[in-house]
């Protein structure tokens, strides 16, 4: 199994998704560099945050023009797992590969703290260890995360189960003051149809490890890989 | 040929940057404004001297990168030509 | 802009440029010969108090700079300390006050983005930033907009850069109404081996320039000249310097990368004084000499004077000196990354620089006479005249209701919680913080050992001001016991010495007796100083800023596995108070706060007591004895237990034996800790053989705070507490 | 009353934006592109119906709120009187 981690000169979590990955999952990890239009074999590949080009006019936007991002594109449309967390969710959606965009912060303001997750759907490759209905806590660290569609848009995500993960109070219940960053219909992360593209705007990479004092970000990338194998070894 | 190109969120969009800016207009004294979008603005120095060329080349360009055409809109301006 | 290279060099013009009669004569004399306007430029930068110090570097001699740990010491672009497993911590900081009154957002923006630079320009990669703010009083004209833009400047680059921001200071005093201070600190790691420094050497070498175009942006901000040449080219030349973090973060790497090539022989980035400070700094600290051909300086905008390129201080710029023959390689990694790249002069033998711009020769001096012979003064220092009345013991008012007291300081700017600054901050990037801003200190993993750093910053201007020999003992003595809560041991301190005017013998006084006080404590703790800066002139319109000499301190835990709380986290525990009361309110916050009054001398500093307390701290964590511990600071016993309540919401129930009013007492060295019941006894024997006073005075538990004192009792909600601290600030910032 | 506010950076200071964006733009093919210059846009309803105060009014807005006067220029717009 082999995990690919895209760098955009303003990445600036790709160390820590690798870290992740290689030292605590025990994976084999290579970096993926922007320019150029190759996987190298990478069977999941992760979009990590930062500002991936500085990215001034919109989280996201230029990188979704990037060359290794057609990679990712064919990579995606043929089944293969990709994960965008935080800069990598809006390179995402700034690709259409998935919906909707990400606004600035309801507060104008950048946002790190923790904030609490309730997984809506259990059966992605990214979610399949952990319960629906579990909740997840894990850091938020971003000035634009507040998702938006047209109405009919964000009905359609619903009835298509699209929405993996959402912002609850620590309860689990859906609560406006704990949809920190505004977003429509409380969503922090969400699935393609095949479930194979998964984007969110918190960083399951910042809670992987007891020594930082939570780890419940680590069956994200467990289930990662874990699907990324089995991908691999159905011959895909 | 210069051109300005201006985006704003589309209508059905909340637009919580203008929400925030009436807001704070108003508690700085400036309470009869009714509504404020807000959105971004860009020059350009386009490099072409034909209108019909630099309107077609702002528009791809737009699609393209300037505006997120899945929340915002754009607007096209050519300005006057370039004097230089 | 060609008037100033064809304006007259005179001493007046030297006056503008903020050289003294004597200084523009010594350079004359040194020359022997009238400067070129370039020269004189060069000249007034690198006297300038900010890159000569010269008005503080006999005080600053008083600091102890060595110790078993230090590597590096003040003199190169940062200081250097070994922190075990091979590792070295590099840290400074610098303030960028100034800039930031001018333009928050940038000016704050472009102090983050300047310390970094010096900590990578050694080979450190940087892994964390803390900013010490004081602002003035909210109502003051412009003070809101200034917090904003100062919080999301910082947050802005940082954030964007990729390095966490895990603690800082804000605090709050009219004396920063027209002067607001911004200090920024950065820490980075490095393989001991792998330290690089700024020392040009090798003749035939060539310079190199990366990073960003040079504009006409802050020209001059070094020698802080009052007035230029006339009104019109002040107008067209911005003072504001503008950054790109993107642009930071790309040279960070880019920097890092090239320096493992091998084929640097120094590097430094362009700070204050940009071109002209780093390319003579690096020469005179080789003994080597350099040409420039300032036509391949990239520039933003064609035209630029010798003048302006030497002088400018746009951002995200490097000199590098390359290994004649091997430049390409280091080539190659900048234009990978995007970076604009260009050879533009040499080094040269025999110790002068010269300088072409246009196929003529701008300037041609010896470098050491400006930079190691630079003017020192010996300024006059004396007591302000109302000494006796400013530390004349206060009036100290008895609260009637001391549960009021305790919401109403709560409450105030400088003790509220400061959440709404650093949730602006990405503290948890790097994935390496253990405990991020709130605490008493941050905590980095060091990955791969099983070490951490502890970091902190500390200083509080109200006793410097009125007292600064203890002011100074006691910034460094409260830095040394926040790091010990969390279990760390210094290892080495750096720090931005924040005064007003230096030709006031009163504000000389302030920094003399400041440094005096430092270094005492420095001594008595044994924490060396690395690196530092000074900032003088903070005044406006006559009125100068308390001095505020702010200390960061790096420490090392050696086993994170141990790293207690600053707040209670469970019910039943046991509550130790550790250290002395003396009942001492000069310059308290309650004083301050609640009543007006700033006066009388602050607290004792007992630097024995302050060690020991460290050290019994350090070995009770190292036990693992102990679940919660936080220093008393401002506000005293009542605050600090209040705090220790709202982490977990977990409140507690004490009885002291003091009076109301010393509930808000000051006194130093004290801490609070928790620890199980099983605990408590050996807890105490520890403390007893440590020497520090001890006493248990109640347990945790229940949602409710209570504090019995002499003739009463202190009652009050946690939660309500908790909502009126954590609200505050934002409130009254009017968000 | 409605009005355009358009916010930019001076022309000596640096515009990271605009010059992230210029070449994001020679990137994806746009190369004849010589200059992007990067601001804000704002629309406002301003809730009076004179121009001459409604000038006064975004003045005042700008020097106070809308623009950063140390850093930025701005030009103001009065559109088409508001139908409602
Ligand atoms: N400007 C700031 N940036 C980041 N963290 C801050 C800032 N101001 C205060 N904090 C954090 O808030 C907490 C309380 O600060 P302070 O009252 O100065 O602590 P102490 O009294 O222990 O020195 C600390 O953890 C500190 O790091
Ligand atoms: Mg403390």
Known sequence: MRCGVVVFPGSNCDHDVYHVLKHVLDQEVRFLWHDEPRLHGSELVVLPGGWSYGDYLRGGALAALSPVMGAVREHAERGGLVLGICNGFQVLTEAKLLPGALRPNRGQRFECRDVYLRVERADTPFTREYAAGQVLRMPIAHGEGNYEHFPYELDRLERDRLVALRYVAPDGALADEWNVNGSARAIAGLANAGGNVFGLMPHPERCAEEVLGNSDGLALFAGAVRGAAQLAGAGR | ?84 | ?735
């Open chain 3, 1 to 735: 802009m060609s008037a100033p290279a064809e304006a007259v060099v005179d001493a007046k013009r030297a006056a503008e440029m903020g050289l003294s009669g004597e200084e523009y004569e010594r350079l004359t004399g040194l020359l022997g010969r009238t400067p070129s306007l370039t020269e004189l430029g060069i000249t007034s930068a690198l006297w300038s108090e900010h890159c000569s110090y010269k008005s503080s570097k006999v005080h600053l001699k008083n600091f102890p700079t060595s110790g078993a740990h230090v590597l590096q010491g003040p003199g190169e672009n940062a200081g250097v300390v070994d922190v075990g497993h091979g590792w070295v911590a590099v840290f400074k900081m610098e303030s960028h006050n100034h800039p930031s009154f001018i333009e928050p957002y940038q000016g704050a923006a472009t102090g983050v983005g300047g310390i970094l630079r010096d900590v990578f320009t050694m080979g450190a990669r940087p892994i964390a930033l803390l900013d010490s703010l004081r602002f003035g009083e909210l109502d003051a004209p412009r003070m809101r907009s200034l917090i904003d833009g100062v919080v999301r400047g910082i947050g802005t680059y940082g954030n964007c850069v990729g390095i966490p921001t895990v603690g800082g200071e804000t605090g709050f005093h009219r004396s920063y109404n027209g002067n607001i201070l911004v200090n920024a600190f950065a820490l980075g790691i490095a393989r001991r081996e792998r330290i690089f420094k700024a020392r040009a050497a090798g003749v035939g070498n060539p310079i190199l320039y990366a990073g960003s175009r040079t504009g006409r942006d802050g020209i001059h901000g070094a020698t802080m000249a009052s007035d230029s040449f006339d009104a019109e080219s002040e107008k067209k030349r911005p003072t504001v310097q503008v950054g790109d973090p993107f642009t930071e973060k790309v040279l960070l790497e880019a920097c890092l990368e090239a320096m493992r090539t091998g084929a640097i022989v120094a590097i430094q980035d362009m700070g204050a004084a940009g071109l002209t400070s780093s390319t003579f700094e690096m020469a005179s600290r080789g003994g080597v000499g350099f040409r420039l051909d300032l036509d391949r300086v990239p520039l933003r905008e064609p035209g630029l004077s010798a003048y302006e390129i030497m002088l400018s201080e746009s951002q995200e710029r490097m000199v590098i000196v390359a290994q004649r023959g091997k430049q390409e390689a280091v080539t190659r990694v900048f234009q990978r990354w995007g970076l604009e790249v260009a050879t533009i002069g040499e080094v040269t033998a025999g110790g002068r620089a010269e300088i072409r711009r246009g196929g003529r020769i701008e300037a041609a001096m010896a470098i050491a006479p400006l930079t190691d012979q630079a003017p020192v003064y010996h300024r006059p220092a004396a007591p302000p005249a109302d000494l006796a009345r400013r530390q004349a013991p206060p009036e100290v008012p008895v609260p009637d209701d001391p549960g009021a007291a305790l919401a109403r300081l709560l409450a105030t700017p400088e003790l509220a919680s400061k959440e709404w600054v650093w949730r602006q901050y990405d503290h948890t990037v790097r994935t390496s913080t253990v405990v991020g801003p709130g605490g008493d200190a941050a905590v980095l993993l060091l990955k791969g050992t099983p070490t951490g750093l502890a970091l902190t910053s500390d200083v509080n201007p109200v006793y410097c001001g009125l007292d600064p020999r203890a002011g100074g003992r006691q910034a460094v003595a409260e830095a040394v016991r926040n790091l010990a809560c969390v279990g760390a041991e210094p290892v080495g301190l750096t720090d931005c010495l924040n005064f007003g005017n230096p030709e006031n013998p009163e504000i000389m006084w302030q920094l003399r007796e400041c440094v005096l006080g430092m270094a005492e404590a420095c001594r008595a703790l044994a924490v060396p100083v690395v690196s530092g800066n000074v900032s003088l002139y903070n005044e406006t319109e006559g009125r100068s800023i308390l001095p505020t000499p702010t200390v960061a301190m790096v420490g090392v835990v050696p086993d994170l596995g141990d790293t207690p709380e600053a707040h209670f986290v469970r019910a039943g525990d046991r509550v130790i108070l550790l250290g002395e009361d003396r009942d001492e309110h000069g310059g308290s916050a309650y004083l301050r706060w609640l009543h007006g009054i700033e006066q009388g001398r602050p607290p004792a500093v007992d630097l024995d007591a302050e060690g020991r307390l460290a050290r019994l701290l350090r070995a009770l964590t190292g036990q693992s004895l102990l679940h919660a511990a936080h220093d008393l600071s401002e506000g005293g016993l009542a605050v600090a237990l209040a705090e220790a309540t709202f982490g977990a919401r977990v409140g507690a129930r004490v009885a002291v034996p003091l009076g109301a009013a010393a509930l808000f007492s000051e006194s130093q060295a004290r801490a609070l800790i928790a620890c199980s019941p099983a605990h408590a006894d050996r807890v105490l024997e520890h403390a007893q053989r440590a020497g520090v006073p001890a006493r248990e005075i109640g347990e945790t538990g229940g949602d409710r705070l209570e504090i019995a004192f002499d003739g009463g009792r202190l009652e009050a909600e946690v939660a309500a507490l908790h909502r009126t601290w954590s609200r505050a600030l934002p409130e009254a910032l009017g968000l």
């Open chain 2, 1 to 84: 040929m210069k051109a300005r190109v201006t985006v704003y969120p589309r209508k059905e969009i909340l637009d919580p940057q203008g929400k925030a800016i009436q807001s704070a207009l108003a508690r700085v004294g400036f309470r009869s404004v009714r509504e404020v979008r807000a959105g971004k603005s860009f020059e350009l120095d386009l490099g072409v001297d034909d209108a019909q060329q630099a309107g077609d080349l702002l528009a791809a360009m737009c699609e393209k990168l300037l505006a997120n055409t899945v929340v915002e809109d754009y607007e096209i301006e050519l300005l006057a030509a370039d004097a230089s």
